[in-house]
T-cell receptor
Framework: GAVVSQHPSWVICKSGTSVKIECRSL??????MFWYRQFPKQSLMLMAT?????????EQGVEKDKFLINHASLTLSTLTVTSAHPEDSSFYIC???????????FGAGTRLSVL | DAKTTQPPSMDCAEGRAANLPCNHS???????VYWYRQIHSQGPQYIIH???NNETNEMASLIITEDRKSSTLILPHATLRDTAVYYC???????????????FGTGTRLQVTL
């Protein structure tokens, strides 16, 4: 159990366009989901914490107007990168916390390339 | 959250036990030790976690010292598929339902060889 699905697995887009990434917990309910970003040869950096039905909490330095997070249900959170630019190219990874377990289970990640 | 220190890299022969150390000397009483691993170009995979007792599951064993200032993750019979970056993370366990953040360091790159 504890499967987290992330879609798409990779996306290439033109500069200025918006990209939506979905994160779903397939076999459990997740009151909290997290979004991370990982640049090449670096570790994961937390971008934001998303609680179902409320506004996301963003980490310092992460632009909330650029990285829109919606957590409308207990099994789905979305990250929209608005007006993407080449510097937004990265590996985006979501995780979902199983209720009352305090264990984060991660999706497979989305590789975003902005041309 | 307490900071952790791990060796940057380790090698292990296939079939042998891989022992990955982690120092967390500033850990506080309500912080757990979590281990995750990340195989190249994939999302991290949860391995195991513990507070003060040793823990074992189908993937690994976690040995935490009595003073809780360090721990060791043991993969009993390493295979080539265990080649990955292993992250030791200290994080609060909050029973109120508030999720705790995970702060990833640089981890240990484990290379399992034939």
């Amino acid at each position: 159990g504890a499967v987290v699905s992330q879609h798409p697995s990779w996306v290439i887009c033109k500069s200025g366009t918006s990209v939506k990434i979905e994160c779903r917990s397939l076999d459990f309910q997740a009151t909290t989901m997290f979004w991370y970003r990982q640049f090449p040869k670096q570790s994961l950096m937390l971008m934001a914490t998303s609680n179902e039905g409320s506004k996301a909490t963003y980490e310092q330095g992460v632009e909330k107007d650029k990285f829109l997070i919606n957590h409308a249900s207990l099994t789905l959170s979305t990250l929209t990168v608005t007006s993407a630019h080449p510097e937004d190219s990265s590996f985006y990874i979501c995780s979902a916390m199983r209720q009352n377990k305090n264990i984060q289970y991660f999706g497979a990640g989305t590789r975003l390339s902005v041309l | 959250d307490a900071k952790t220190t791990q060796p940057p890299s380790m090698d292990c022969a296939e079939g042998r036990a891989a022992n990955l150390p982690c120092n967390h000397s500033t850990i506080s009483g309500n912080e757990y030790v979590y281990w995750y691993r990340q195989i190249h170009s994939q999302g991290p995979q949860y391995i195991i976690h513990g507070l003060k007792n040793n823990e074992t599951n189908e993937m690994a064993s976690l040995i935490i010292t009595e003073d809780r200032k360090s721990s060791t993750l043991i993969l009993p019979h390493a295979t080539l598929r265990d080649t990955a970056v292993y992250y030791c993370i200290v994080s609060l366990w909050v029973n109120t339902g508030t999720a705790s953040k995970l702060t990833f360091g640089t981890g240990t790159r484990l290379q399992v060889t034939l």
